[in-house]
């Protein structure tokens, strides 16, 4: 595809999918993830089966049949669907944004899971494990279903071992796990607590996560930023939070799936992990509807933006003088709450779909962080 013709087909592919989502002229506050297309136009969701043993059925929208022929995949897309669990507009959306980049499509597949929560009764995930609906967020197990007691964090185990299999994927060279909002928060937390990165990799599978205006993210120490410029770290108050530091947020209570795990330990092992994280550079609401405003959320800051500022920051405190080489930092400019203009951002394309930013004039641009 010419170069101009690709800048064009971006331009209308980032404003169709926004205009899709509500963001674009709404005055209303952007939920997270694309608001519901008609359903002519809502594709179909496939049932996969994962796990050892018996095992269990899960629901993914994906651009191949899983069970037809991958044998010339060579690359493997994960997008997660946030809060509202709208796995299918979010493969909508990344489905149209590979279709604009240039990219073979019968060399990729996109996937896009959805968790099936405690209301989606309407959506007809039958027999099929189910969780609440902020339990899959953090790796809590199902509360009902064939499945029930499995972690999300192990969905996302089973559906990398589903993609990652020679026999089944015979070329895939390159795996990248990328969320927004709600689905960032998961993606975090599984960069973060899983026991398979260094394995996969170790089969000379590129793998790398895409962070993209999560609510909150996960500490490895009881320090948090210090108000009010965020720029220093210590512990955080327990009169003002008691539960600061428990999972989602810290260390304690931490879920089933990492049970034991120490702090320092994942943080030197996460640091070796391919992380692309990216805020909106208007993603600064204090009281955007959908924010998780806990205490254990407020102590890390009163903004998405600032959340994610200082997080970036809190790597490098307890880096040192290390260098940080494997994780990316990007603002992204004008853009706020917006999972189509993210990804389609020119960090946020490059990040999740390998499109080089000249071929993406019109996606909104990238900065490193504002500090």
């Not at 979010?90 to 149209?96: K, Q, S, V």
């Not at 019968?106 to 009764?121: K, Q, R, S």
Request: glycine content about 10%.
């Amino acid at each position: 595809m010419p170069s101009h013709v690709r800048l064009a087909a971006v331009a209308i592919a980032i404003s169709t999918i926004a205009a899709l989502s509500g963001c674009a002229t709404s005055p209303s506050p952007t939920v997270d993830g694309p608001a519901m297309a008609s359903k002519a136009s809502k594709p179909s969701w496939q049932r996969v089966h994962l796990g050892a043993g018996a095992g269990y059925d899960f629901p993914v929208y994906a651009n191949h049949r899983l069970d037809g022929d991958l044998s010339r995949i060579r690359e493997v897309i994960l997008v997660q669907h946030g809060l509202q669990r709208n796995g299918d507009d979010y493969y909508a959306a990344g489905a149209e944004l590979l279709k604009t980049s240039g990219r073979n499509a019968d060399e990729v597949l996109l996937i896009a899971p959805n968790f099936p929560g405690t209301p989606d009764t309407a959506k007809h995930f039958d027999n099929m494990p189910v969780w609440t609906v902020q339990g899959w967020i953090g790796g809590e197990d199902a509360v009902s279903g064939p499945g029930k007691g499995t972690s999300s964090l192990q969905v996302l185990d089973d559906l990398l071992a589903f993609v990652t299999d020679r026999k089944r994927v015979p070329l895939v060279k390159k795996v990248t796990v990328a969320g927004h909002s709600g689905g960032a928060q998961i993606v975090h937390r599984y960069a973060v607590l899983n026991n398979v990165d260094e394995k996969v990799r170790g089969t000379g599978i590129d793998l790398r996560y895409v962070v993209a205006n999560p609510s909150s993210y996960l500490y490895f120490t009881p320090d948090r930023p210090v108000a009010p410029d965020y720029k220093r770290f210590a512990p955080y108050s327990t009169t003002v939070c008691a539960d600061y530091d428990k999972y989602r947020y810290g260390m304690g209570d931490m879920v089933a799936y990492a049970k034991g795990a120490d702090g320092m330990t994942l943080y030197r092992r996460y640091m070796q992990r391919q992380v692309t994280y990216m805020a909106g550079s208007e993603d600064n609401d204090p009281n955007h509807r959908v924010l998780d405003k806990a205490c254990g959320a407020e102590a890390e800051g009163p903004t998405r933006l600032q959340r994610a500022r200082a997080y970036w920051r809190y790597e490098k405190f307890l880096a040192g003088a290390a260098p940080i080489t494997a994780h990316k930092t990007f603002e992204v400019v004008g853009v706020g709450h917006d999972q189509a203009r993210m990804f389609g951002s020119q960090c946020g394309a490059q990040a999740v779909f390998d499109m080089n930013p000249s071929a993406n004039s019109a996606g909104a641009a990238c900065r490193p962080p504002q500090q």
